[in-house]
């Protein structure tokens, strides 16, 4: 299974309750923090729910 790093660039501030909570799911509580995951169907649909906050990288 490949890995993803997954970074949070924008504040969630003023969001929607759905995306914040996507973002703790994820693991991602600060800007700019970064998560190294599993690129599982359920962590890509969470990434999808979020892009607009996001930064994806592959991890070889």
């Not at 995951?37 to 070889?60: C, D, F, S």
Request: aromatic share 0%; no cysteine; proline share 5%.
């Amino acid at each position: 299974m490949n890995k993803i790093k997954i970074t949070l660039v924008k504040s969630p501030i003023d969001r929607p309750e759905r995306q914040k909570l996507t973002l703790q799911a994820l693991g991602l509580n600060k800007t700019n923090s970064s998560k190294e995951v599993e690129a599982t169907p359920q962590i890509l649909g969470m990434v999808r729910k979020v892009t607009h906050l996001i930064k994806v990288e592959e991890v070889k």
